[in-house]
């Protein structure tokens, strides 16, 4: 790539952290309490132009880097916090944050290449037999010092293109002939999403089991 395209590209990226930096000043002077839609309003905005900016920038990034991106994506998924892991036959996928709501039509690639390169990297050194008849599990944790109005509709948010991540590595066949879906909401340190599969004789022991150690939103009210 030439240097001018390179010069122009960095450009589009100074003018939306400059846009980025005007929101973040809007939501420092909005009353979140008589405002709650405009704040929402405006923190979505922060967090979707926030994303097409680390997309660009990795553009740059894997515009220059010849030897491919594994590398970096890789490292994009230790900084997001994504981890995966397989413990006595059971997948779990750590994802950070909350997902988007799907009527926002969000590029998903700040996350899906992040956690096709853990999952990559994962299967390195670990074995996993795909699953057939499963059920996989959605487990959306919010932190309990935030506003329980964040708390979204599972049916809300933006799911399938994690799962079709997920289910290249890990699973035989994605449909509800095979697979069983569980959703809960609980509250912990900080915001995230748990992705864990396991197959359906092994799930009644699982739940009996987060249910005991899981905070409720009715619990923390």
Not at 25 to 30: G, I, V
Not at 176 to 204: A, W
Request: one cysteine or more; charged letters at 25%; a negative charge.
């Amino acid at each position: 790539m030439d240097k001018t395209t390179i010069f122009q590209r960095i450009q589009k990226v100074e003018n939306e952290v400059a846009l980025l930096n005007n929101t973040l000043f809007a939501l420092k002077s909005t009353d979140i309490v008589k405002y709650g839609a405009n704040y929402t309003e405006l923190s979505t905005n922060a967090t979707l132009r926030a994303e097409r900016i680390a997309c660009q920038l990795r553009n740059l990034v894997l515009f220059t880097d010849f030897k491919g991106d594994s590398t970096y994506m890789t490292q994009a998924a230790d900084a997001l916090g994504i981890k995966i892991s397989y413990e006595d036959k059971i997948f779990s996928a750590t994802l950070p944050g909350l997902l988007p709501k799907r009527r926002l039509h969000t590029n998903m690639a700040f996350l899906r290449d992040p956690l096709h390169a853990a999952l990559k990297e994962f299967l390195k050194d670990h074995e996993i037999e795909p699953y057939k008849e499963c059920v996989i599990c959605f487990c959306f944790i919010y932190d309990q010092s935030m506003p329980k109005r964040r708390v979204k509709d599972y049916d809300n948010l933006e799911l399938k293109t994690i799962l079709d991540v997920i289910s290249t590595y890990v699973l035989l066949d994605d449909s509800g002939l095979y697979c069983d879906s569980h959703y809960t909401t609980e509250l912990g340190e900080t915001d995230q999403m748990i992705v864990t599969i396991m197959e359906k004789n092994r799930f009644p022991e699982w739940l009996m089991n987060r249910e005991k150690h899981k905070i409720t939103i009715s619990e923390n009210m």
